[in-house]
């Protein structure tokens, strides 16, 4: 087995000024600022410096990069926003910190094709702001301004992954640059396609292990006419979570379908100066061409959770509405930290069939309570996924062990309910110790596909299958 330290070598003063010579020296750093910034994303994980910090203007200086970097063994770890919960970008073999935020064009809009093709360090909010022009928008939203570059390589999924799938769903066509540095294209403008190997699926969720993305071609939708709103409170939490498996089984289509916990609930009232009820909470949006034809999904909704004992449900139509109801589920993170602000959290993504949704939440709450940890709870519900953010002091060992022990238990019971370690925010760093477990002998597959693609393994070293 490799030894990453013995494996790579550490960059020189003749690697800088060759890797200058690509990018021009405004655009290289090693200066202890940029090092620190590109040393952490959003997560727990321990910070790691890269040696270097490089700015890619487009895909040839990225071809050519990695090509210097795999004849020189020189880890690489592309960077996009770095808003990542898993540890996904921290560069642990130091190296090349591949930073893709000023390659952030739209290059082409296509609006009867309700097609896009970006660069990857474009944002999706700003995509969506350009879009709506168009009556346009890409529908993941992971919470966060995450680039596009990032949300593939996550495949992360969002509030409206329910309706329009995973971002990994609204892609089309990659243009790539593996190890060698060689460039490819893969995918087609085409909506559908049984012409070979579906390599677009293989890039995407590989978090930076197998190339880097230079180009993205995205699947849009249009802007809905007409919005339903809604939100209801339960006296439990086994009260709401059943009531989501009610609200899928009886067919509902809504756009979203988001639970709070009544901890989350108190935490957003008192970051936001909301009023909402305390108490566990769904939040559902739901999107049709009229009124009228939102009006059934309505009166069904307000049945299923009034049969689960809703306490209180509220609803309203059109955008305005919506985004009166639906504000206290953005911004959660920030009311939790606001909330705790001397603790660190260890967030949980685990997602299961929706069946095994009540069982998932029960299990979670019963394993905090016996471990007297506070782990306010949520997730995008109708997916069946569930979030936990468990609080620990950084400076206390025991608590830590403790947090990281409830997050291994929480995890092997998804497994065990059918379902898997981690929903959206990727494999990164933490759940890594989840794998073979999860995929079996598939992983040695996913394996062999890496050691073919990238030989000398410099691409994102130590994630997905750690060291």
Known sequence: MITFKEHFNPIKPADLKALSRIVGPESLSTG????????????????????????????????????????????????????????????????????????????????ADLQATVEPGLDFVTLNKRLSKQGLFFPPDPGTTATLGGMVANNAKGIRALKYGSTGDQVLKLEVVLPSGEIIQTGSYALRSSSGYDLVSLFVGSEGTLGVFTQITLKLAGLPTEFLAATAGFASLDQATQAVAQLIAAGLQPAALELLDQETVRLVNRLQKLQLPDRPMLFMEFQGSSRRALQEDLRLAKEICTEQQAIQFSSGFGQEERDRLWAGRYGVHDAIRAGYPQMA????????????????????????????????????????????????????????????QANREIVLRALELGGTATGEHGVGLGKRQFMAQEHGASLELMKRIKQLLDPNNIMNPGKIFGE
């Open 345 to 404: 959290a260890l967030v949980v993504d685990v997602a299961l069939p929706i069946s095994a949704y009540p069982q998932i939440a029960q299990a979670a709450e019963r394993l905090l309570r016996e471990r007297r940890l506070i782990g306010p709870a949520f997730g995008h519900a109708g997916a069946g996924n569930l979030h936990l953010e468990i609080l620990y002091r950084p400076d206390d060992e025991e608590e830590r062990d403790s947090a990281q």
């Open 32 to 111: 202890v600022s940029q090092l620190e910034l590109h040393a952490h994303d959003e997560s727990f994980h321990t910070p790691h410096r890269p040696e270097v910090v490089l700015w890619a203007k487009n895909t040839q200086q990225v071809g050519q990069i990695l090509e210097y970097a795999n004849r020189r063994l020189i880890p690489v770890t592309p960077w996009a926003a770095g808003t990542s919960l898993e540890g996904n970008p921290i560069p642990i073999q130091g190296g090349i910190a591949l930073d893709l935020g000023r390659m952030n064009r739209l290059i082409e809009l296509r609006p």
